[in-house]
């Protein structure tokens, strides 16, 4: 089992810049795929960027891509999401999610929330215009 914790939130005004961070503990040598969801208020959560187990396959949503960056150090156990040109659209709480992968043959990007046993806490994201 593995425990992950955010950071990095806070409140930005459009245009600026905000790096969220996911630390993980616990069984950090099994193989994860990972993912960055959002749930903004009377909203369902989405997912914002995934990446599989491998690092080769990625997705992002449409409304982030081009601005939004998924990245790991699997040295130091840590997920990453680079936001750029912040909107007021992305103000949301942000998850960041795992899910073991059994066999290095699945290579998946995996962007539904029922994929993921394992969740952070969330972190909270507010663009101000």
């Known amino acids: 089992q593995v425990q992950l914790a955010e950071s990095g939130g806070g409140m930005v005004q459009a245009g600026a810049s905000l790096r969220l961070s996911c630390a993980a503990s616990g069984r950090t040598s099994t193989r994860y795929a990972w993912a960055w969801f959002r749930q903004a208020p009377g909203k369902e959560r989405e997912a914002v960027a995934a990446?599989?187990?491998?690092?080769?396959?990625?997705y992002y949503a449409d409304s982030v891509k081009a601005r939004f960056t998924i990245s790991r150090d699997d040295a130091m156990h840590t997920l990453y999401l680079q936001m750029n040109a912040l909107k007021p659209e992305d103000t949301a709480v942000y998850y960041c999610a795992a899910v073991a992968v059994v066999s290095s043959m699945i290579n998946n990007a995996y962007t539904k929330d029922y994929n993921y046993p394992y969740w952070g806490q969330g972190t909270q994201v507010t663009v101000s215009s």
């Open positions: 990446v599989a187990w491998s690092g080769s396959s990625t």
